[in-house]
């Protein structure tokens, strides 16, 4: 395998991954990101792409937000699109709730990326602590950076300085264990 291909639900998840994912794969592993505008499209869009991907030595990741779906529901759903276009080995990844979940649990990259000194002091509150358990961690965010966050750019600067190791996002953790198991790399 030669290239990762990431299908996005939304513009922010590319800017985020952007940054994130030049630390996480090796130089020899190209990736690239698609992002639709919002679940209908991914939803609609998806079994043309992986039909129509003729590209040799290419895996592929799907991402999307469980927003107020069942996690569970919302990833078979999208694993019987990929098996109907032909493609079961597409690795499925549900971020709990929304992205903004990963940017809770780890306030240090957020405060770096955008700026904002001594914000990492909230990430023992309750909030910061379950943000995959959080109802509208986009709220929170917005409310703990005095509305300095905002989607599109804020995912831009932040996603350089997220920690790969962190552990409070299940569904972050999930995320980047099951690309490094798609790259090969554990």
Same mark, same amino acid.
């Given at each position: 395998?030669?290239r990762?291909v990431?299908?996005?639900?939304?513009?922010s998840?590319?800017?985020?991954l *952007? $940054?994130l994912?030049?630390?996480? +794969?090796?130089? !020899?592993l190209s990736f690239h990101c698609?992002?639709?505008?919002?679940?209908?499209?991914?939803?609609k869009?998806l079994?043309?792409? +992986?039909? #129509? @991907?003729?590209a040799?030595?290419?895996?592929?990741v /799907?991402?999307q937000?469980?927003?107020? $779906?069942a996690?569970?529901?919302?990833? %078979?759903? =999208? !694993?019987?699109?990929?098996?109907? !276009?032909?493609?079961?080995e597409v +690795?499925v990844?549900?971020?709990?709730?929304?992205l903004?979940s @990963?940017?809770?649990?780890d306030? *240090?990259?957020?405060?770096?990326? +955008?700026?904002?000194? %001594?914000?990492?002091?909230?990430?023992?509150?309750a909030?910061?602590? %379950?943000?995959?358990?959080?109802?509208?961690?986009?709220?929170?965010?917005?409310? =703990?950076?005095r509305d300095?966050y905002?989607? /599109?750019s804020?995912?831009?600067?932040i #996603?350089?300085? =997220?920690? =790969?190791? *962190?552990?409070?996002?299940?569904?972050?953790?999930n995320?980047?264990? $099951? /690309?490094r198991?798609?790259?090969?790399l554990?």
């Amino acid at each position: 395998m030669t290239r990762i291909v990431f299908f996005l639900e939304e513009r922010s998840a590319k800017e985020m991954l *952007n $940054g994130l994912l030049p630390r996480l +794969l090796p130089d !020899a592993l190209s990736f690239h990101c698609f992002f639709f505008e919002g679940k209908q499209s991914l939803r609609k869009q998806l079994p043309i792409k +992986l039909r #129509g @991907w003729r590209a040799p030595d290419t895996c592929f990741v /799907v991402l999307q937000d469980q927003d107020r $779906g069942a996690c569970e529901e919302e990833k %078979n759903k =999208l !694993a019987e699109i990929c098996r109907e !276009a032909g493609r079961p080995e597409v +690795l499925v990844r549900i971020v709990c709730r929304e992205l903004e979940s @990963w940017y809770l649990a780890d306030l *240090n990259a957020v405060g770096r990326g +955008l700026g904002i000194r %001594n914000l990492a002091r909230h990430q023992e509150k309750a909030v910061c602590r %379950n943000p995959d358990g959080q109802q509208s961690p986009t709220a929170i965010l917005k409310r =703990l950076t005095r509305d300095k966050y905002q989607k /599109v750019s804020g995912s831009r600067a932040i #996603g350089p300085h =997220l920690d =790969l190791g *962190n552990t409070r996002s299940a569904s972050f953790r999930n995320f980047i264990t $099951g /690309v490094r198991r798609t790259a090969g790399l554990s």
